[in-house]
């Protein structure tokens, strides 16, 4: 796992998208803060961190998108499925290097609250509850970029799917709007991301929904592990 | 070291391997040969644990590879058809990877520097894969293969896009390794298997079509016994050929004789071939002194692996056609021979067809009668 990981994480610097990703997070996330933080003379930071569910979205699926599809396309699988580990280390490695440089990204925050500090009291609970929040999404994000990137052989692809599925489970809210069946509105208002987040944005630490974003987090890289499991039978 | 038990791998419909066992033993190189698409890199792809098998079993060093596959994996250095390289990454980083993701224990620096020394690749160690040669990379691919010195070596056509110095090189290189390691080695050139394989199987079809020495293989397969003769006649004309053409036919034991063309002036060679088990050589001794004729030459042609590469990928029609034209000596003659990688069965004309052309396309018969006993010289 560990090996796995240290190439990942050299992958993404070597590619250049560790710089796409750093620059775009941290250029975005700085306009909301500016505007959002400094622009309204506050130093409630929740503003920011529910803007931020979009970046979030738009930037997971440029991580994850060539973290399996570009093996299998240049058969570097057959080295890593014919070395002594086994595909929990491989998907595993892979996922923590992902979202290790998503943690990267996301501890600008810690540089805008100090800068908030000498223009305010920092309050920081929330800050750290949103930090948390954010966190996890990224976790179950991240682990759906990787699912996805385990079934094509193209990262373009991967990237636009990802992205999709990304979106779809954004609107799922309005979505759920626009139905009339109580149960399924119900089924879907339960499987929202955006609300579970947004909870953490208003100051409120919802243990079902940090069990439920772990729990998506660890169904889709258990998922991967069967997308590569099942590609040696078939 | 390395025990295949009815191994059969399914694709949809596709039986791409059917109910394969072999054994290799411990210091033994064994080469897989067969035409494109016969199964050779499917079944080395269930023996490295890339793929699993639909049934049968595989035991590595008496580990069954699905059932411990991390262990029997530790076993196996393995080189794919295409080396399972990071284009993006350095010789040495992408080596000190591997390294790290074998768990090797050996001391690193001096590992490494003992694998590039041993596959010639030191002095491209800083460099980028992506910026080397395709033979380069082949080599970066054999020394993922030997990180951690792995009992078992599995090389998928490893000299593919080597030029002609560096297929020696490494040739040598796995005759070295096949002292200390178990080799199993895929190749569809025909000489290389023969030069560095202790043993062969032929895979045809998903089916081990034959399995042994190249000898052994030969010998099973056909109990031919064939040669070709040079033999000077008194007139020095084409009715010596005749002459000397029907007299050998009339040996006991002779199957079947053709007479060649002019090889020196006036004088033909005649290829011979007699029945099972009998060796003609002292009854054809016996009539040239009778008759006053001289052997010029006398050469034993065995079947070579290419003829029993051949002989067993082309089918049965082919075979058929062999059988019958060694019963009747006048019928068409088909010359088996590999143009552009396809296997091409062309008719040759007749006896007695061939003698009157035979002035006008005598360059273009010795450029296909070349190709006929390529292997032999």
Not at chain 1, 181 to 187: A, M
Not at chain 2, 339 to 349: F, H, P, R, S, V
Request: net charge negative; glycine share 8%; with cysteine.
């Amino acid at each position: 796992m560990g090996a796995i990981y240290r190439r990942e994480m050299g992958a993404f610097f070597t590619s250049g998208i560790a710089y796409v990703f750093l620059s775009v997070f941290f250029l975005l996330s700085g306009i909301f803060f500016f505007n959002g933080v400094i622009g309204s003379f506050t130093t409630n930071t929740s503003t920011m961190f529910s803007s931020m569910f979009i970046i979030v979205l738009f930037l997971i699926p440029i991580l994850t998108m060539k973290l399996l599809s570009e093996e299998k396309k240049n058969r570097t699988d057959q080295g890593l499925l014919t070395a002594p580990v086994g595909l929990w280390s491989i998907v595993l490695g892979k996922y923590l290097a992902a979202l290790t440089l998503f943690i990267i990204a996301e501890s600008i925050v810690f540089v805008y609250s100090v800068i908030l500090s000498y223009l305010g009291t920092v309050a920081w609970p929330p800050l750290l509850g949103n930090y948390f929040a954010m966190l996890i999404l990224g976790a179950a994000f991240i682990a759906i970029g990787l699912f996805i990137s385990s079934l094509t052989e193209n990262q373009m692809a991967a990237a636009v799917a990802s992205m999709v599925v990304l979106l779809l489970l954004y609107l799922l809210d309005s979505i759920a709007s626009l139905v009339s069946n109580e149960y399924l509105k119900k089924g879907l208002n339960a499987l929202s991301f955006y609300s579970r987040y947004v909870e953490f944005t208003g100051g409120v630490f919802s243990l079902p929904s940090v069990v439920f974003f772990l729990s998506v987090a660890f169904f889709f890289i258990f998922l991967t592990v069967r997308v590569l499991d099942k590609r040696r039978w078939s | 070291m390395i025990e295949v038990k009815n191994l059969s791998k399914r694709y949809g419909d596709k039986q791409a391997v059917n109910n394969i066992s072999f054994k290799v033993e411990k210091g033994e190189i064994l080469g897989f040969l067969g035409p494109n698409g016969a199964g050779k890199s499917t079944t080395m792809n269930m023996l490295t644990g890339y793929i699993s098998s639909t049934s049968g079993q595989i035991l590595v060093n008496g580990v069954d590879i699905l059932e411990d596959p991390i262990a029997a994996k530790a076993n196996i250095g393995y080189l794919p058809e295409i080396p399972p390289l990071y284009v993006d990454m350095t010789v040495d980083a992408y080596l000190g990877f591997m390294y790290d993701l074998k768990k090797c224990k050996l001391p690193r620096k001096a590992h490494l520097n003992d694998v590039c020394n041993l596959c010639k690749i030191s002095g491209v160690r800083n460099r980028l894969i992506r910026n080397l040669s395709k033979g380069y990379k082949q080599r970066v691919g054999l020394a993922q293969a030997l990180i951690n010195n792995p009992p078992v070596l599995i090389l998928d056509e490893p000299t593919v896009g080597l030029d002609p110095n560096q297929i020696i090189e490494i040739r040598t290189l796995i005759k070295k390794l096949g002292k200390s390691h178990t080799v199993i080695l895929s190749s569809h050139i025909l000489p290389e298997i023969q030069a560095v394989c202790d043993r062969i199987i032929i895979i045809n079809k998903g089916v081990v079509a034959a399995n042994g020495t190249a000898d052994e293989i030969a010998r099973n397969i056909t109990n031919e016994h064939k040669m070709t003769l040079r033999i000077e006649g008194s007139t020095h004309t084409a009715s010596d050929k005749k002459e000397i053409a029907d007299a050998i036919r009339a040996l006991g034991g002779v199957k079947y004789v053709r007479a060649d063309m002019e090889r020196e002036k006036g004088i033909y060679d005649y290829d011979v071939e007699a029945e099972e088990k009998v060796d003609i050589r002292r009854a054809i001794n016996d009539l040239c002194r009778e008759k006053g004729w001289n052997i010029l030459m006398l050469q034993l042609s065995d079947l070579t692996l290419e003829d029993i590469f051949l002989k067993i990928t082309m089918g049965d029609t082919v075979v058929g056609d062999v059988s019958q034209q060694t019963e009747t000596s006048s019928g068409p003659k088909l010359n088996l021979k590999v143009e552009d990688g396809q296997l091409i069965a062309t008719e040759q004309l007749s006896d007695a067809a061939e003698e009157i052309l035979e002035e006008s396309a005598a360059d273009m018969n010795k450029a296909d009668d070349e190709e006929e006993n390529g292997g032999e010289e």
